[in-house]
């Protein structure tokens, strides 16, 4: 199996996969769904009572939404991860109670009339677990209305809930094959025109393929050829792969990680199978 990065930014990533089975390619696309771990808010403490400023004055601790609600949106909300820090609670030293090798502690303290917002959460400690989306509205206050909360992050996987899932939009395809006979073609570029991803170009010397990675096998090019001179298949060996991440890791760390794990876990079944 071998992997060449087409397209790298720090939150989407388009890489193609050879040497593989259609199997191997959707154990990938698995794997990155609901496997790779990553932090979310799991615990989230209210503060109950009266809340003053430094000024003294007194608002009331209480929101236009349910504390459940806010709790639920809290967990939503994109956590910086590093892998290589934490542990999931339940393989940590402390047993599971929560300490700062598996968890992250947050507040968030604000009073209204105003809108509460995922950047008014704040790391307690290390400011690089500071959101990054800092726009996610979480609740809006009304005059006299305060928030003051505590929450607690640990890492989880998709499995688990969906708020453990870290990536978006994972999907593949068949590596296209894309050819024209020149002996055929006549020239009149009506595969150009019916393409909807430009992947033919038309020039003084004919029609070229100048592009067969953006191909989806739609075959429109076919359906209009009336000298049949475009031919469109596929490698069933070489897929395009593509997915984003909810920033809370970078798509090259998650890439990395869901490879690590397809390993670990083929690595396993190959033992259960030895034992047998």
């Known amino acids: 199996m071998d992997i060449k990065v087409l397209e790298l930014m720090e939150n989407r990533i388009k890489f193609l996969l050879s040497d593989a089975t259609p199997d191997t390619a959707n154990a990938l696309r698995r794997v990155l769904i609901s496997d790779v771990p990553k932090m979310a808010i799991e615990t989230v403490e209210f503060h109950l009572g009266p809340i003053s400023d430094e000024e003294g004055h007194e608002y009331e601790s209480v929101t236009p939404l349910f504390d459940e609600m806010i709790a639920h949106r809290l967990g939503l909300i994109p956590i910086p991860t590093d892998l290589s820090l934490y542990s999931l609670k339940e393989e940590c030293v402390c047993g599971g109670e929560g300490c700062p090798s598996c968890s992250i502690m947050y507040s968030l303290n604000k009073k209204g009339p105003c809108d509460v917002y995922s950047g008014d959460l704040e790391p307690l400690g290390n400011q690089e677990f500071k959101v990054?989306?800092?726009?996610?509205?979480?609740?809006?206050?009304?005059?006299?209305?305060?928030?003051?909360?505590?929450?607690s992050t640990e890492l989880g996987t998709a499995k688990k809930h969906a708020k453990w899932q870290v990536t978006n939009g994972v999907g593949y395809k068949y590596y296209p094959t894309v050819v024209i006979e020149e002996s055929k073609c006549d020239k009149g570029g009506s595969c150009v025109r019916a393409c909807p991803h430009d992947v033919f170009e038309k020039s003084e010397d004919g029609v070229k393929v100048v592009d067969p990675e953006a191909c989806d096998l739609c075959k429109a090019c076919i359906e209009v050829c009336e000298n049949s001179a475009v031919s469109v298949s596929w490698d069933d060996t070489r897929f395009i792969f593509e997915f984003e991440t909810d920033s809370s890791l970078s798509a090259a760390d998650v890439l990395v990680k869901a490879l690590e794990i397809l390993e670990s876990s083929c690595e396993s079944f190959r033992e259960k199978v030895s034992d047998l």
Do not use: N
């Open 132 to 151: 990054k989306d800092e726009l996610i509205p979480i609740v809006k206050l009304g005059k006299g209305q305060a928030i003051l909360i505590y929450a």
